[in-house]
């Protein structure tokens, strides 16, 4: 695990901040082990032609107490098949046919099929976002955002669904955290 989770809850704490919400590939592969090489250059046009520049939404959420969470599109579930991160939402329409499909013959296939099968819950990153925050009570609470990459349409879905809640650009938060390698950190960098 790439995450230093003791040091993060440090800075949590001392900062006030009751939940992160990572959203450039860089903080969500350190919170949850996630990674694609993709995610650095998917833009929402490569699936949806005439749509705008942005990269693919995806989001990980580490609360101060609590699991974390990881949202993402679910082209990318199987990447996701191995990271230790439990709470894994997809959104959106697969565009699979699951009438066809064939029984997944390991764990990690089980809860890829999950996950696949329950995207269409969500129609979009900010809706599994909204609700991710939801099931950890964060309605009032001190939300950290890495802001740099957050659609300004996905904050005010925020703001909309909680209005007691404070959201504040903890993008330098989240590269303090990330400032000091854990040990996997460092084997991965040998």
């Known amino acids: ?81 191995d990271i230790w991160v439990q709470d894994v939402q997809t959104f959106g329409d697969t565009g699979l046919d699951f009438s066809v499909a064939v029984a997944p013959r390991d764990e990690g296939g089980l809860r890829n099929a999950g996950r696949l099968q329950s ?21 009032n609470a001190v939300i950290g955002v890495e802001l740099e990459g957050m659609r300004p349409t996905t904050l005010a879905a925020l703001h909309t669904a909680f209005p007691g809640a404070q959201f504040d650009d903890c993008t330098n938060l989240l590269r303090m955290i990330r400032m000091v390698k854990s040990p996997e950190e460092l084997l991965r960098l040998t």
Request: contains cysteine; neutral net charge; charged residues 20%.
């Open 119 to 139: 995207a269409s819950k969500f129609s979009s990153a900010s809706q599994a976002l909204v609700s991710t925050l939801r099931s950890r009570q964060l309605g």
């Open 1 to 81: 695990m790439l995450l230093n989770r003791q040091r993060a809850e440090r800075f949590m704490r001392e900062c006030g901040v009751d939940a992160l919400v990572a959203t450039s590939p860089v903080h969500i592969t350190y919170f949850t082990d996630y990674y694609c090489w993709l995610d650095r250059w998917f833009k929402d046009y490569m699936v949806s032609p005439g749509a705008p520049g942005y990269l693919t939404e995806m989001f990980a959420v580490l609360p101060l107490e609590g699991e974390p969470a990881l949202i993402l599109n679910p082209i990318f579930a199987a990447n996701a098949s």
